[in-house]
């Protein structure tokens, strides 16, 4: 098998050299060219056909976003963004407009390069399809209403369900492209609240919630630790602390510790979830590496709850959900555009509250 050919695009000549650094002391890795702005990038990855490009967000010419756009809706190829915290709502705009993954500038430590390199190994094998481009701006970009989508009338909702389920998502890379789709197929009144542990960067989740609030017409927000669970609410953990439910239906966030490599921890929430919540537990699990949210999504089953995972088909790293499927653990298998209905009839049909 040859080398995975890298294209790094960065306005920094220190930034590019840094990651040159990381990926050139690797093994079957190969840096085929490096772009200073962003028109660079596009020119070199037409040029080259790299397996994967690193991808700044504010440089000169054409920013990262304009980039990603022009090479997604030209020759696509799987992009990671290398970016600033300081560009979170960026960031998540370009997981919109088809990038795969955000991690943010690394430094010189060794666990930072040696999660870099890991990221790049993995993405380079992913398959992407070059876009139709839109009539008008990418929805990423546009705070608009979001599609509709075909849902039972809301007094049937109303009628069916109560705040007697509680919906807890698992998610990883290509994470947030399937939550940009279940998500805003949700309605307004959807009566249940909505918990998610998405795997990102630290200090992006803020971004990542903006953005998929801007598409949907349920308010999403960062959990507060104390919060009360309030239906029709989703609720995104930031990576910094776990997420929990308690006894009492109140968000909790705890301390990671040092050799957790999940942030958040999947499992820590969804077995939060299946022990509070019992047979009202829906745990739902999507793409992503590893195997973190197996052991929660087993939880919620032995506990009586619903379980639903992503198919192969529709993931983006058919990883996590796929340990717990093969586990048995997942009553129902999905493409991720039948989750939102899957959730909407459970939600109609549900257990109503002790």
């Not at 109140?250 to 990671?256: D, I, K, P, Q, S």
């Not at 093969?326 to 002790?354: F, H, K, N, T």
Request: aromatic share 4%; proline share 7%; net charge negative.
């Amino acid at each position: 098998m040859g080398n995975i050919r890298v294209v790094i695009a960065d306005d920094s000549r220190m930034a590019r050299t840094m990651l040159r650094s990381f990926l050139e002391e690797e093994e079957g890795i190969a840096i085929v060219g490096e772009a200073a702005n962003g028109r660079q990038a596009v020119d070199l990855v037409r040029e080259l056909k790299p397996d994967l490009v690193t991808m700044d967000l504010e440089m000169p010419v054409m920013n990262g976003l304009e980039a990603i756009e022009e090479i997604m809706f030209s020759k696509a190829v799987p992009i990671l963004v290398v970016s600033s915290v300081a560009d979170a709502a960026k960031a998540a705009a370009a997981i919109g407009l088809g990038a795969l993954e955000v991690v943010a500038k690394p430094d010189y430590t060794p666990e930072q390069a040696a999660d870099f390199v890991r990221r790049v190994r993995l993405l380079a094998g992913v398959s992407v399809i070059t876009r139709l481009r839109p009539r008008a701006a990418p929805a990423a970009m546009r705070p608009s209403e979001p599609a509709p989508a075909p849902v039972p009338a809301a007094s049937s909702l109303a009628a069916g369900a109560g705040y007697g389920r509680l919906f807890a998502i698992a998610s990883s890379t290509g994470g947030p492209q399937a939550l940009a789709q279940i998500l805003p197929a949700l309605p307004a009144d959807f009566p249940c609240p909505v918990v998610i542990a998405q795997h990102i960067a630290d200090g992006f989740a803020g971004g990542m919630a903006a953005w998929l609030g801007s598409l949907c017409r349920l308010p999403i927000r960062l959990a507060v630790d104390g919060e009360l669970l309030q239906a029709g609410t989703i609720y995104l953990s930031p990576s910094e602390a776990h997420l929990q439910v308690t006894p009492t239906r109140r968000l909790a966030l705890v301390e990671r510790g040092p050799l957790d490599i999940y942030h958040p921890s999947c499992n820590t929430l969804l077995s939060s979830v299946a022990e509070v919540f019992g047979s009202q537990a829906v745990g739902i699990i999507l793409t992503g590496m590893g195997s973190d949210g197996a052991k929660g999504i087993s939880r919620i089953r032995e506990k009586g709850g619903v379980t639903l995972g992503q198919d192969e088909a529709s993931s983006v790293i058919y990883g996590m959900n796929q340990v717990a499927i093969a586990s048995g653990d997942v009553q129902q298998v999905l493409a991720v555009d039948a989750i939102a209905e899957a959730m909407i009839r459970l939600a109609a049909s549900g257990p109503r509250p002790a």
